[in-house]
């Protein structure tokens, strides 16, 4: 049987302002209970006025290395979304899948494009 549960973002938060992704990790954690019980979630945006990539990153991306697209597409549904903020999503969502299809490449290509050759002592 599955349950469908409805996860407030500003409940989580305390704030409308969700910019830290120490806050987006309390949201990542709620979600990914809900999830590995196969629970449908319902993440509301509701009262949130700013919205940044790194909380969503945190809240949301990093669901992508612990569950498949599919499940994710299955589970989770998102409301109450500004079109601005949907659109920072898509992008967040979209490098999320690509990080986490190949993490050591994706780190490679960080390093060389800051220049950062890993050999540090």
């Known amino acids: 049987m599955q349950k469908e549960m ?6 989580i938060v ?5 910019v830290a992704s120490s806050d987006g990790q ?3 954690d709620r979600l990914a209970a809900a999830l590995k019980e196969g629970k449908s979630a319902i993440l509301s945006f509701h009262n949130v006025s700013t919205l940044t990539s790194a909380f969503l990153n945190a809240a949301i991306g990093q ?3 612990e569950f498949s697209e ?5 589970l989770l549904k998102v409301q109450d979304m500004e079109p601005d903020d949907m659109a920072l999503l898509k992008r967040v969502v979209e490098t999320a899948k690509q990080y986490f ?3 050591q ?3 490679q290509a960080v390093r ?8 540090d002592a």
Do not use: M
């Open 6 to 11: 409805t996860i407030t973002i500003f409940e």
């Open 26 to 28: 309390r949201v990542y």
């Open 105 to 107: 490449k994706f780190d």
């Open 70 to 74: 599919e499940q994710i597409r299955a």
């Open 101 to 103: 299809k190949d993490p």
């Open 14 to 18: 305390g704030s409308p302002l969700c």
């Open 112 to 119: 060389d494009t800051l220049g950062d050759d890993g050999n």
């Open 63 to 65: 669901l992508y290395g």
